[in-house]
Nanobody
Framework: QVQLVESGGGLVQPGGSLRLSCTAS????????MGWFRQAPKKRELVARM??????YYADSVKGRFTISRDNAKNTVYLQMNSLKPEDTAVYYC???????????????WGQGTQVTVSS
């Protein structure tokens, strides 16, 4: 069993930055592909994911603005969000899972979510 706890959300003006953190319990953190999803009304989107080996995926909507990273020694994954836009407003969720093939990301565990609001 893995428990995920997110932090770092909040209210930010357009063009601003936020860094989300997700800390996992358990000893097997390094085995998981860690991801960030976001949920806006009527839409859930995989924002970014990172394997234990460091390979990454980003949604087209965040490429060049968001960066995912992980610190296996701290059981923590981060999402650095720069140049934020109002359309980035959503509840952001951390997830732990596995990759099947090169693109199918199956999630096993979820955090409780943290609200990010981009507004002036």
């Amino acid at each position: 069993q893995v428990q995920l706890v997110e932090s770092g959300g909040g209210l930010v003006q357009p063009g601003g930055s936020l860094r989300l953190s997700c800390t996992a319990s358990g000893r097997t953190f390094s085995m998981y592909v860690m991801g960030w999803f976001r949920q806006a009304p009527k839409k859930r989107e995989l924002v970014a994911r990172m394997s234990s080996g460091g390979s990454t995926y980003y949604a087209d909507s965040v490429k060049g603005r968001f960066t995912i990273s992980r610190d296996n020694a701290k059981n923590t994954v981060y999402l650095q969000m720069n140049s934020l836009k109002p359309e980035d407003t959503a509840v952001y969720y951390c997830a732990a899972g596995s990759l099947y093939g090169s693109t199918e990301y199956r999630t096993d565990y979820w955090g409780q979510g943290t609200q990010v609001t981009v507004s002036s």
